[in-house]
Each structure stands twice: as structure tokens, then as C-alpha cells.
């Protein structure tokens, strides 16, 4: 391999970054770090860290004093300023749309500087609000201060998606709202993630926030890199007390409130039957699960009861539990009962809540078009307690 093919792999990188302010104050030291294509990295710590102006100087909004950050390989400090920023989306919390300008002209405002002509930046205007779900015949041509709150940051993160952007920046962007309305924003980034080619830099001091959002997390203080880590490290493994305090590590419990599903062990997919099958398939199905596992010798795996029913695509209807009462030919869909939804972005809490709820031991966990992946269970959250101790 060679440089080249080494350093492609990395979108952006920190070298030995450093800001001092008048009066010689280290606002940021030593910061290094390395951040992969299509990466949510989210910066935290306590006010006064640096962590956002490790963000401006990202988009070289800050200077460096000293330092490189390299943006595919190319050092920023060679690169125009103006032209660094429109390669870079920026959302911030004050939301920063141009009161003035109708919702179509503020979304549009960097593709035009890029020279799109007026049908490519209408075609760019009604898929960026279509992907945050903003209808546009309701909302193209509104004026910011007829718009909610919510809203008006929605329309922020669609104008830094407009002009395609490699990397988006977003300095606290959904601290200043309700929330309610941050958590769905916050769903709602996540949604779209996966259908974007975009690395994200998300800057909080909210560790749910973090923890929900960040596929990495770098945590700071004083202007320098405490830790970084995936949300499992950090909360498992701190590196030392400041880092334990901050995460919540001492209460495990807590951290399911924003422990992702994904981040626990789902890989053990239920039964499923097809929705025109009776009772007695469903128990048919479950003892053949249980042979299978007796033969294989896993006797530590949960003998959860649930069958999962399927339509003809695939997608979860409800849950059988077969150490009911029901005679064999009870049809599928009188006998099977619907939990609530449980995907790979759900949290923990929400699992066990459900769990706990409905007097079961594990769940399915549904992933693309509903249809059941994986389950979490009792066991599985177990595991993950006795991980993090």
C-alpha cells in the first residue's frame, strides 16, 4: 500500500492541531485525530473545551496557530477559504437562515455560488426538503419567520446538504429547541445518515446526544483530547474519572436511556411463520429451535416462546407466544400478539421497558421495511451489564 492509498482512507485529518488566543491562552492543543469517509464524529466536553473551535477551524472560519488539518489529503491552509467552505455544509444553533430570502432561495444559496443553473437548483431545492420531509409546495417559497422553530432547522440542515457537501459541520445544532422536537431532529439525521455519502461533525455538551448520534465520540477538555472512542468503549472502558463522571458509566442502568439496540447483541433472529399458518406451526417452529440449540450444545441462549408472524414480504405482524393455551388450529393472527416497535435505533431503556411490559424475555428487532433481523433479549442486556462493569 502506498501513502496515498493510505491517506485516502481518511477524509480529514488533525495533525498536531493548536489555537492560542490573545494573552497566549491554549484554547486548543495537541489535537489529533483522524476522521474516515462517511463518519458521524461528535465532538463534547464542558464549556470551554475547544471543541468548537476545533470546528471553525475546520472550515478555517478560525485560523490554526499551528498545525495541519489535511481535507482529502490536501492541507487547508492552501486551499481558498471561500472554496473550503462550500465544500463543507455548516449548521449551527442559532439555525443562521437569511431572513430575507424565502426558503427556496436560502437552500438554493450554495449551488448558485457553485453555478447551477435554475432547473438543477430546483431539482435540488425539492429533494433537500423532500429528504427532511418538508413538503414543498407548503414550504418553498415561506419566508424563515413563518416557519417554527423545528422547522427553521430543518431547513438549516437542508441548505448545508444542498450543495452536496463531502463534509457537514453542525456546532450545537439542535440545542436551542424543545425536547421533544430535538429528539425527533435528531431521529431524523439519523434516518437520513445512511443516505448520505457525507461525513458529519457533530459538536454537543449533551452525552446522550453524543452517545445516540456519534459513531465515534471525542471527548475534551481544557483543549485537549481526553478520549475517543466508539459510545460502548467510552461507557465500558473510560479512560479515567473525568471520563467516568462525564459519560455516566457508574450507572449502567442509566445508559440504557441512550444505549442504541444496535450496541447490544441482536443476532439471534426468533422463528417465523407466515401469517395463513396455524398455532400448531408456531409450536412446530419453536421445537425445532430448541432441538437445534440442545444439539449444538448452547444452553445458555434464551428459550424465549415468541414466534414471530410475517407477511408475504417479510414484515413483522406480531409475536406468537407459544406456551399459551391455544389449540393447533387457531389461525396465526388470532393468536398472536403486537409489541411495540423495536429497531436498531431504538434504545435500550425502550427494550427493556417493552420487555418488562409485556412479560416476555427478548423481542425482535426489526430493521428495513419491518421485516425481524435479530432479538434482543433479557440475556443479551445482561451481557452487555456485566461487559460495562
Not at 438554493?108 to 420531509?133: F, H, Q, W, Y
Request: net charge negative.
Amino acid at each position: 500500500m502506498t501513502a496515498n492509498d493510505a491517506r485516502s482512507k481518511f477524509l480529514l485529518e488533525y495533525r498536531d492541531v493548536a489555537k492560542t488566543f490573545e494573552l497566549g491562552k491554549d484554547v486548543v492543543s495537541d489535537f489529533n485525530l483522524r476522521i474516515g469517509h462517511g463518519e458521524t464524529v461528535v465532538f463534547i466536553g464542558p464549556s470551554g473545551c475547544g471543541k468548537t473551535t476545533t470546528l471553525r477551524m475546520t472550515n478555517r472560519l478560525e485560523e490554526l496557530s499551528s498545525g495541519n488539518i489535511l481535507f482529502g489529503g490536501v492541507d487547508t491552509a492552501t486551499i481558498d477559504p471561500t472554496k473550503l467552505r462550500r465544500s463543507m455544509g455548516y449548521v449551527i444553533q442559532g439555525i443562521g437562515l437569511f431572513p430575507h430570502m424565502t426558503i427556496w432561495e436560502n437552500i438554493a444559496t450554495v449551488p448558485r455560488l457553485k453555478g447551477a443553473n435554475r432547473d438543477e437548483l430546483e431539482n435540488i431545492v425539492d429533494s433537500c426538503l423532500e429528504l427532511m420531509e418538508l413538503d414543498y409546495k407548503e414550504y418553498a417559497h415561506k419566508y424563515p419567520h413563518e416557519l417554527s422553530g423545528g422547522q427553521q432547522q430543518r431547513v438549516g440542515v437542508a441548505r448545508a446538504l444542498a450543495g452536496n457537501p463531502e463534509v457537514i459541520l453542525m456546532d450545537e445544532p439542535f440545542g436551542a429547541l424543545d425536547p421533544i422536537v430535538r429528539e425527533s431532529l435528531q431521529d431524523e439525521l439519523i434516518r437520513i445518515k445512511d443516505q448520505l455519502s457525507a461525513t458529519i461533525i457533530f459538536v454537543t455538551h449533551d452525552i446522550h446526544e453524543a452517545i445516540k448520534m456519534g459513531d465515534r465520540i471525542v471527548i475534551m477538555k481544557d483543549g485537549r483530547i481526553v478520549q475517543i472512542g466508539d459510545p460502548l468503549t467510552l461507557l465500558a472502558n473510560p479512560a479515567n474519572d473525568f471520563v467516568r463522571d462525564f459519560v455516566g458509566s457508574k450507572d449502567v442502568l442509566a445508559q440504557f436511556k441512550y444505549l442504541k439496540v444496535a450496541d447490544v447483541d441482536t443476532h439471534d433472529r426468533p422463528p417465523r411463520i407466515a401469517e395463513s399458518d396455524s398455532f400448531a406451526a408456531a409450536r412446530k417452529k419453536f421445537d425445532r429451535r430448541m432441538r437445534r440449540y440442545e444439539y449444538n450444545g448452547m444452553g445458555d441462549i434464551d428459550k424465549s416462546p415468541l414466534v414471530c408472524v410475517c407477511s408475504g414480504e417479510g414484515k413483522l405482524l406480531g409475536c406468537i407466544d407459544v406456551s399459551k393455551p391455544f389449540s393447533d388450529d387457531t389461525p396465526a393472527d388470532q393468536c398472536m400478539k403486537i409489541f411495540p416497535d423495536i429497531t436498531e435505533n431504538s434504545t435500550a431503556y425502550e427494550a427493556l421497558s417493552a420487555m418488562i411490559a409485556n412479560n416476555v424475555t427478548n423481542l425482535p428487532v426489526q430493521g428495513e421495511g419491518g421485516k425481524p433481523i435479530g432479538a434482543i433479549s433479557m440475556t443479551s442486556l445482561h451481557d452487555y451489564l456485566w461487559r460495562a462493569r
